[in-house]
């Protein structure tokens, strides 16, 4: 006979510790992909429109709604036993395998292996995304969804910061083969909070009708999931657009990869994670909707900044301080939109709702990723910041209306 849940919750820490390694571990992999390689391959002279093929990579997170009514399925069976830890070890060690196997050599492998395994990495990160949301959800009350969303958002600035820079860092100064063995040791090391973790009953189990089948349908039945996928369209198109330039740009501004890694990788990173940190203590009491719209109007104006900056050919150094500053919004936006998201999913198959919402910011980066290399390559840097800026004051604009008409995400106790 299978064994029961524990009586009770896992504790709040030992879940955000186990959280925390498993996004941690996500955005080392994300961080490489669409930071640490569009930057290495810009220095190798690719070009912009070569560069945004890249952000193809991001497709499994995208399309990951499609099987995660059956990964739910399989991780809450009628039972009530969870199997989110199988589901989030197995999807590891895929994950860490896929990336071992890009230092095979002492240089990049050929770009065919490469991307087969990216995007075997990038299939198996997003499976486990899929259990590791929905165990965040379940285990989480909804007061602490604020620090959840602070070990998720916050992990994955860090994640970004050993994938992008510091194997930038690495590469520079130790080559290929180290840089790689290094972010598959610390994949490693982060998967095992969840390994030694027993899985426990959920802090909120609501009770479910008779045979419901987690589905697609259900999620998109509900008034919060339909207007949440259009809020997080809204508020991402802008800061997606411009993300995976800001390397490039910096190149073109003759910065070293080292600088780089080190000023928008370690500085940046730091920043983003004090504007994490400042949004989760602000969602102790406050409702997340009501940051979104002034974050992303923030983001609007500094997006501007960048390519006025652009426009007049001024050297690095103005760049890298918008960028700086632009970090800690950043930071702050994603943590108020993601907490907003397990509200809006609080329901019996948080795994699919909360995952269809997260593939739209999936989605929207991966076409305004693609669309931002094409732009850039043909009208340039400075006119794709600018449509940027417009995208996220329109977003600013049109937030607390579609907030009004029925997305009202469940964060703070009643």
């Known amino acids: 006979m299978p064994a029961a849940l524990p009586s009770g919750p896992t504790p709040p820490g030992r879940v955000l510790a186990v959280i925390a390694g498993i996004y941690i571990t996500q955005s080392i992999v994300g961080g490489f992909t ?8 810009r220095a190798g002279g690719a070009g912009y429109d070569v560069i945004g093929l890249v952000s193809l990579l991001m497709l499994p997170w995208a399309l990951k709604f499609l099987w995660a009514p059956a990964v739910e399925r399989f991780r809450r069976p009628v039972d009530g036993r969870r199997h989110s830890r199988k589901i989030v070890l197995g999807g590891q060690i895929l994950a860490i395998l896929s990336i071992a196997l890009l230092a095979t050599g002492q240089t990049p492998p050929s770009p065919a292996m490469m991307l087969t395994m990216l995007a075997a990495a990038a299939l198996a990160t997003a499976t486990v995304d899929i259990g590791c949301d929905a165990y965040a959800v379940e285990q989480l009350p909804p007061r602490l969804r604020g620090l959840g969303n602070v070990m998720q958002v916050g992990g994955g600035y860090l994640g970004a910061l050993i994938g992008g820079g510091a194997f930038l860092v690495l590469l520079d100064h130790a080559g290929w083969q180290l840089a790689i063995l290094a972010m598959v040791m610390a994949m490693t090391l982060l998967t095992l ?13 609501r009770a479910e009708a008779a045979g419901h089948r987690p589905s697609l ?7 919060e999931v339909r207007v949440g996928l259009v809020i997080v369209f809204a508020v991402q198109a802008g800061l997606r657009l411009a993300m995976g330039l800001t390397g490039p740009l910096l190149v073109d501004r003759g910065v070293s990869l080292a600088t780089i890694g080190l000023v928008t990788g370690a500085g940046g990173m730091a920043l983003s994670l004090a504007g994490t940190v400042a949004a989760g203590i602000a969602l102790r009491r406050i409702d997340p909707a ?16 960048i390519a006025a900056v652009i426009a007049a050919d001024l050297p690095a150094r103005p760049v890298m301080a918008v960028l700086l500053v632009l970090s800690v919004i950043q930071g702050a936006s994603f943590v108020a939109l993601y907490t907003a998201m397990m509200g809006w999913a609080a329901s019996s198959q948080a795994g699919v709702d909360f995952t269809l919402l997260q593939c739209a910011d999936a989605g929207i980066a991966a076409a305004a990723g693609l669309s931002g290399g094409l732009i850039a390559a043909a009208l340039g840097l400075d006119a794709t910041f600018a449509l940027a800026a417009g995208a996220a004051a329109a977003a600013a604009l049109l937030t607390p209306r579609l907030l009004r008409h029925g997305a009202r995400p469940e964060t703070l106790p009643a």
């Open 34 to 41: 669409f930071q640490g390689l569009p930057t290495s391959l």
């Open 193 to 205: 909070p969840m390994a030694a973790t027993r899985e426990g009953r959920p802090a909120i189990d």
């Open 217 to 223: 349908r259900r999620a998109i039945a509900r008034r």
């Open 290 to 305: 009501r940051l979104l719209a002034p974050l992303v109007g923030s983001q609007a104006l500094l997006l501007s900044s």
